[in-house]
């Protein structure tokens, strides 16, 4: 079955830090890969995504490309702020498995000024 | 404002009574899903539903129950809830297929059974 391994945290980083959190997945077809972020009270947000091999997700200064040779699909950011502290999810979606959703873990990042 | 929302957002029970969460989305989705969310085990699918009265198990089915009798609405019914459901739940809805496989998620149910 299809499963999304990330890196546990938590992570805790001082404001303009880089971030990197790791993220490697196993799927029997050709996922969709995205990263989900859930602030502290919140439900989940799509951060960004990617639907194939090579593509490069980003969004509020946060990137992650498909890299299916590696099966991996890391999160970074180049200068967090304290507003990036949350919990960030990694996930697919395979159209052969009904489009259902697989989470990692989650990986939650505290970011001090 | 397209949203999914949920009620009730906070519920503390008690073993045995059923209790119902509701869920409801306004932006026509056919997909709509229920998830639990525990520490170190990120969402777990309860189950999902691909249209109106189609409904299906997800990874963690037993003890829930769900219906879909309108498109806009998926209630998560617990009919004697248990301990081991204390969790935060998550609806979520999205269109089946045609290049969109983003979801949208409720805002989240925290449960605690006694």
């Known amino acids: 079955g299809n499963s999304v391994t990330q890196m546990e945290g938590p992570v805790t980083l001082s404001e303009e830090a880089f971030l990197t959190i790791n993220c490697t997945y196993t799927a029997t077809g050709y996922p969709s890969l995205f990263w989900y972020v859930q602030y502290p009270g919140e439900g989940l947000q799509l951060l960004l995504k990617a639907t194939k091999a090579d593509d490069k997700g980003s969004n509020k200064g946060f990137e992650a490309t498909y890299r299916k040779e590696t099966t991996s699909f890391h999160l970074e950011k180049g200068s967090v702020q304290v507003s990036d502290s949350a919990v960030y999810f990694c996930?697919?979606?395979?159209?052969?498995?009904?489009?259902?959703?697989?989470f990692g873990g989650g990986t939650r990042v505290l970011v001090k000024p | 404002e397209a949203q999914v929302t949920q009620n009730p957002r906070y519920l503390i029970t008690v073993t045995g009574k059923k209790l119902t969460v509701t869920c409801s989305q306004n932006?026509?989705?056919?997909?709509m899903s229920w998830y639990r969310q525990d520490p170190g085990l990120g969402l777990r699918q309860i189950y999902y539903s691909m249209n109106v009265e189609v409904t299906d198990k997800g990874d963690v089915p037993e003890g829930y129950k769900v219906s879909r009798k309108e498109k806009r609405n998926f209630p998560l019914i617990l009919e004697s809830p248990s301990p081991n459901q204390t969790s935060l739940y998550f609806c979520?809805?999205?269109?089946?297929?045609?290049?969109?496989?983003?979801?949208?998620f409720g805002p989240g149910t925290r449960l605690t059974v006694l």
């Open positions: 979520a809805s999205k269109f089946p297929g045609g290049g969109t496989d983003t979801q949208y």
């Open positions: 932006m026509n989705h056919e997909y």
């Open positions: 996930a697919l979606s395979d159209r052969t498995a009904g489009n259902k959703l697989t």
